[in-house]
C-alpha cells in the first residue's frame, strides 16, 4: 500500500514521505519520514498498530527517491510548525532503506532540528547499518525479547534473523555511536512479562549499556487481539526491577499545533494510515479543533475511507 491516492499535495501522483509533526509520548512533535513502502518489515509483531506484515525482508535498498524525500522535509520545515524531532520511523523498518545515512547527513546540513531513527535493531548486526545511523541524535532501538524462544513469539521474525547477533549488533552500536540511545521494551501481557524473561532482559540491557531504558504496552489496536498491556502497577514493578534509568513512556499531554494543512480531509487520512489515532491525537496534530475534526471523521466514516475501531474504551480511526 502506498499513499499516492492520500496526498494532501494536488500532485496524486507523488507518494508522500512525511506526515505531522505528530504527538508523540516521547519526541514531543515529531515530524514522521516514512522511507519504505507500508507494512515492509523484518519483523511481524504481534502487537504492531499498523497490522500483520505484508512483505517480511531484510533486503536492504533504495526504496524511494532521496530527492524527492528531502523536498518534502524541507517543504515543511519552512512552514513554520514546531518540529521537535524529525524522526525516521511510519510505515515499515527504516534501516532497511540503503539510503538512510545518506539522508540523515542531508538533512544535517539543512536544519539543527534533532533527528532520531526509531528501528526495531535486526539489522544492527550489519556494519554498514551501524555506520548510516551514526549521524542521527538519537536512535531508539527495541528489544522485546531476550532469548530466541521469545524473540519468534513477540516478534515473529524473518527467518534467518537470530537474537543473539542482534543483541551483538546492539552492543557494538553502544560503542560506536556518539549520540543517544533509548532502548524500547515493549510488553505484553502473558508473552515476554515473566519473571524470568524480564531478569534475561534485565542482563542484555548491562551488556547494552543505553542511555535510557523505555517501557511501553500495548496501547493501540494491535496486530493480534490476543496482544494485551500490562496495567501500570505491573509496569511499575518491572521497572523497579531494571534500574533507575528506566522509565515508563507516559501519554502526550502537549498543547496543540498552531498551523494547519491546507486540505484536511487528505491530511487526515495520510496521519490515520500511518498509525491508529483518536479525535484527540488529530487535533493536537493537525491543530484544528476537535469540533470540526470530528466533522470530516464523519464525512470520511460515511464516505467509506476510514473505519472506527474501539480498544480499551477509546475510538480509534484507521483507513478502510
Not at 147 to 174: D, N
Not at 203 to 219: M, R, S
Not at 225 to 245: D, F
Amino acid at each position: 500500500m502506498t499513499t499516492d491516492a492520500l496526498s494532501i499535495n494536488e500532485d496524486k501522483s507523488q507518494t508522500i514521505h512525511i506526515y505531522g509533526p505528530v504527538p508523540s509520548r516521547r519526541l514531543g512533535f515529531s515530524l514522521g519520514i516514512d522511507i519504505i513502502p507500508f507494512k515492509t518489515c523484518s519483523l511481524n509483531c504481534i502487537y504492531c498498530q499498523l497490522g500483520p506484515t505484508t512483505q517480511r525482508t531484510i533486503r536492504r535498498k533504495e526504496y524511494f527517491s532521496p530527492p524527492e524525500i528531502l523536498s518534502q522535509i524541507k517543504k515543511k520545515i519552512s512552514s513554520g510548525q514546531r518540529i521537535d524531532y524529525i524522526t525516521f520511523s511510519g510505515s515499515g523498518e527504516p534501516t532497511l532503506n540503503k539510503a538512510l545515512g545518506k539522508l540523515i547527513r542531508e538533512i544535517r546540513k539543512i536544519t539543527s532540528i534533532p533527528v532520531a531513527v526509531l528501528t526495531n535493531s535486526t539489522l544492527l548486526s550489519r556494519k554498514s547499518v551501524r555506520n548510516d545511523l551514526l549521524d542521527a541524535d538519537l536512535v531508539v532501538p527495541s528489544l522485546d525479547a531476550a532469548t530466541q524462544e521469545i524473540f519468534v513469539k513477540v516478534s515473529r521474525p524473518h527467518s534467518s534473523l537470530r537474537l543473539e547477533e542482534i543483541l551483538e549488533g546492539l552492543r557494538k552500536f553502544r560503542q560506536e555511536f556518539k549520540g543517544s540511545i533509548w532502548l524500547e521494551i515493549m510488553l505484553v501481557k502473558g508473552v515476554n512479562d515473566s519473571p524470568f524473561h524480564i531478569r534475561k532482559i534485565k542482563e542484555a540491557i548491562a551488556k547494552i549499556k543505553p542511555d535510557k531504558i523505555q517501557l511501553n504496552t500495548v496501547i493501540r489496536p494491535p496486530a493480534e487481539e490476543y496482544a494485551r498491556p500490562l496495567s501500570l502497577k505491573e509496569l511499575e514493578k518491572i521497572k523497579k526491577i531494571l534500574g533507575k534509568n528506566c522509565e515508563i513512556i507516559v501519554e502526550f499531554d502537549r498543547e496543540a499545533q498552531k498551523s494547519t494543512p491546507e486540505n484536511l480531509e487528505g491530511a487526515i487520512i495520510s496521519l490515520v494510515q500511518r498509525r491508529p489515532a483518536t479525535v484527540a491525537d488529530i487535533s493536537n496534530s493537525l491543530g484544528k479543533h476537535k469540533n470540526e475534526i470530528i466533522k470530516y471523521l464523519n464525512l470520511l466514516l460515511v464516505e467509506g475511507k476510514i473505519k472506527s475501531v474501539s480498544h480499551k474504551g477509546l475510538k480509534y480511526f484507521e483507513p478502510k
